[in-house]
């Protein structure tokens, strides 16, 4: 069965220290996505990507970068993590007509 | 300006009983999409339910129903004979243009309490 998964499901880091979190789907899904979740905001978008090559900024995207160099993943990065970026961090990919899928997310702490 | 609204941070509902979860939306673009997705415990968003905004009739699925009012701008979710569990976050969300570019903008989210 197609799936998306994300990698590591937990991540405790420094402050300052580059991290990546890993997003890989098998649904073929020309759109990805990074969304970060916190307590009274829902979901808010933080990079997408519409396929291969291809990023945009989000809503939040300051301190973030991705990269598309095949279609199954969208590696988010964190260039020098921030206690303010200590949130839950969600994938997700669609096809160009069909409705996002989630990853489990990942919990990431930034001490 | 807030573009999806939950007014709703916290709802409980009886078992059996149906629930109405509020969403209103904002946005000028005439072609757009209305979501619903369900967050229990364990952490993981569910699709529950799609609107598009060209769509006649109110979206169905199951249990799920999506009381469309757009000339209200509003977009509430019914469950019908509530379960325990449903007890979880729910979050309603927005695509705006063609559905060929579909990044989406949440509300807060309605968490949902079930009671026996």
């Known amino acids: 069965d197609a799936e998306i998964t994300q990698s590591p499901r937990h991540k405790i880091t420094e402050t300052g220290r580059q991290v990546t979190l890993a997003c890989h789907q098998t649904?073929?899904?020309?759109?990805m996505f990074w969304y970060r979740q916190d307590l009274g905001h829902g979901l808010r978008l933080i990079h997408y990507?519409?396929?291969?090559?291809?990023?945009n900024k989000g809503e939040v995207s300051d301190g973030y970068s991705v990269s598309r160099s095949n279609t199954e993943d969208l590696p988010l990065t964190l260039e020098s993590a921030a206690s303010s970026q200590t949130s839950v961090y969600f994938c997700?990919?669609?096809?160009?007509?069909?409705?996002?899928?989630f990853g489990p997310g990942t919990r990431l702490t930034v001490t | 300006a807030q573009k999806i609204t939950q007014t709703q941070p916290g709802m409980f509902v009886q078992e059996k009983e149906a629930v109405t979860l509020d969403c209103t939306y904002d946005?000028?673009?005439?072609?757009?999409?209305l979501f619903w997705y369900k967050q229990p415990s364990s952490g993981e968003m569910i699709f529950l339910i799609y609107?598009?905004?060209?769509?006649?009739q109110n979206a169905t699925e199951g249990r799920y129903s999506l009381n469309f009012q757009k000339a209200r701008k509003s977009a509430n979710l019914v469950i019908s004979a509530s379960q325990l569990g449903d007890s979880a976050m729910y979050f309603c969300?927005?695509?705006?243009?063609?559905?060929?570019?579909?990044?989406?903008?949440f509300g807060a989210g309605t968490r949902l309490a079930v009671h026996p």
């Open positions: 990507s519409y396929g291969v090559q291809d990023t």
């Open positions: 946005t000028s673009d005439p072609s757009y999409g």
């Open positions: 649904w073929n899904h020309n759109n």
């Open positions: 969300a927005m695509r705006e243009g063609p559905g060929g570019y579909n990044k989406l903008i």
């Open positions: 997700a990919s669609s096809s160009l007509t069909s409705e996002q899928y």
């Open positions: 609107q598009g905004s060209y769509d006649q």
